[in-house]
Every structure is written in structure tokens, then in C-alpha cells.
């Protein structure tokens, strides 16, 4: 079975610029959750969506947006970016809200 | 505010030795508590933890939780290189749907 993938594995952005990060989850799993993670520290939750719907946001501003498609896949969406943006993005999918979820290799972003 | 804590941050082992990293959390509604190995990217499940005083274990890697003392440890016995990684652990907040980690624990075994 193929696990959570993500993609692209590594970007490269311009601070203002805009990027769009794909995650599609396990077969079967209707949950995806995003986390930012920075150097030296634990995954922070951005957004979780179940069903289509937007179930949890994290206290990131508003130039984040994620949604999901009828196919359970999902994509995170940052404007305008900024240096502390520069993160590891990591996807996770769980087949509901309350199991365990797994994640993605993650897509590493470099805003310069 | 909700926070989950981990201890040491790092540590530096031999191979064979028996460590344990040790997770405790603030949380206002809790439903279990998970744990994870990170070794480059995608953090790997270990365990979830819902019920206090039940060992989970799996090979020479095991977790308990005491849900009144609000803490849970993770051991692991004859340490290999392999078991090399950051150990994190997180907090499942139930209703509001996400996971809340603690910063994680970096573990290096030397041959």
C-alpha cells in the first residue's frame, strides 16, 4: 500500500510569492491534517480537514489556506511568503478523526 | 495553554544501553497521547496511548501512560545504532482535531 505522498519534495521561493503544497493520504483515509515544522523543533498544526470540511485551524495567519478534494487529496496554499515561512510541511491522514495518523516524507520550503 | 514537554531534549547513548524519554502535558481536553520516530522527514508511528497503566510494546521499544500524573515514558532496551532519531511525542486534543507535539527528543546511539 503507498503511504501519505507529498509533493514537491523541495522548493525553492522569493519572499511575496506564492506556493501550493499537494498531499494525497492513505487509500481509504478520509482525514488530512498539515504541521509546520522548523528546525529543532516538534511538528505545529496549521489546518486539519475531514470530509472536505475544515475540522481544526492552528494559529497561523490568514495568508495560509489549505482545502480538500472528493478524492480525500488536499493542498496547502501560502501568499505572500515570508523568510519564517521557510519550514519542513508535513502531511498526515487518518482513516477518521480519532485514530492515529501517519505522515508524509514532508516538502522541505526555502523562502529566500 | 496546552503544551506537551519532553525530556531530555538530547541524549547520547552507547549501543546496548537502556534509555527513556520521558513526555508530560498540559492539555484541556485529552484524548491519547502518541509516539513518534523521526529520523529525516516523515515522522514514523510508535504507539498511541489511551488508557493509564496498560504497557504498549513493540520489539525492544515500549510506552506506558499515567493519565493522573499526566506524563508517559518510552523505553527502549539494547539500543541500537538504527535507533538513532528524534522521538517525539504529541497530545491528540480530541474535539479540536489536531495533534500538539512536544519539541522531541534527539537520541544518538554510538557503536
Known amino acids: 500500500d503507498a503511504g501519505v505522498t507529498q509533493s514537491p519534495t523541495h522548493l525553492i521561493k522569493t519572499r511575496g510569492q506564492h506556493v501550493t503544497l499537494r498531499c494525497s493520504p492513505i487509500s481509504g483515509h478520509k482525514s488530512v491534517s498539515w504541521y509546520q515544522q522548523v528546525l529543532g523543533q516538534g511538528p505545529q498544526f496549521i489546518f486539519q480537514y475531514y470530509e472536505k470540511e475544515e475540522r481544526g485551524r492552528g494559529n497561523f495567519p490568514d495568508r495560509f489556506s489549505a482545502r480538500q478534494f472528493p478524492n480525500y487529496s488536499s493542498e496547502l496554499n501560502v501568499n505572500a511568503l515570508l523568510l519564517g515561512d521557510s519550514a519542513l510541511y508535513l502531511c498526515?491522514?487518518?482513516?477518521?478523526?480519532?485514530?492515529?495518523?501517519?505522515f508524509g516524507q514532508g516538502t522541505r520550503l526555502t523562502v529566500v | 495553554e496546552d503544551k506537551v514537554v519532553q525530556s531530555p531534549l538530547s541524549l547520547v547513548v552507547h549501543e546496548g544501553d537502556t534509555v527513556t524519554l520521558n513526555c508530560s502535558y498540559e492539555v484541556t481536553n485529552f484524548r491519547s497521547l502518541l509516539w513518534y520516530k523521526q529520523e529525516k522527514k516523515a515522522p514514523t508511528f510508535l504507539f498511541m496511548l489511551?488508557?493509564?497503566?496498560i504497557e504498549k510494546k513493540s520489539g525492544r521499544l515500549s510506552s506506558i501512560l499515567d493519565k493522573k500524573e499526566l506524563f508517559s515514558i518510552l523505553n527502549i532496551t539494547a539500543t541500537q545504532t538504527g535507533d538513532s532519531a528524534v522521538y517525539l511525542c504529541a497530545v491528540d486534543r480530541g474535539s479540536q482535531g489536531n495533534l500538539i507535539f512536544g519539541k522531541g527528543t534527539k537520541l544518538s546511539v554510538k557503536p
Open positions: 489511551t488508557s493509564s497503566g
Open positions: 498526515a491522514s487518518s482513516p477518521w478523526t480519532d485514530t492515529e495518523a501517519f
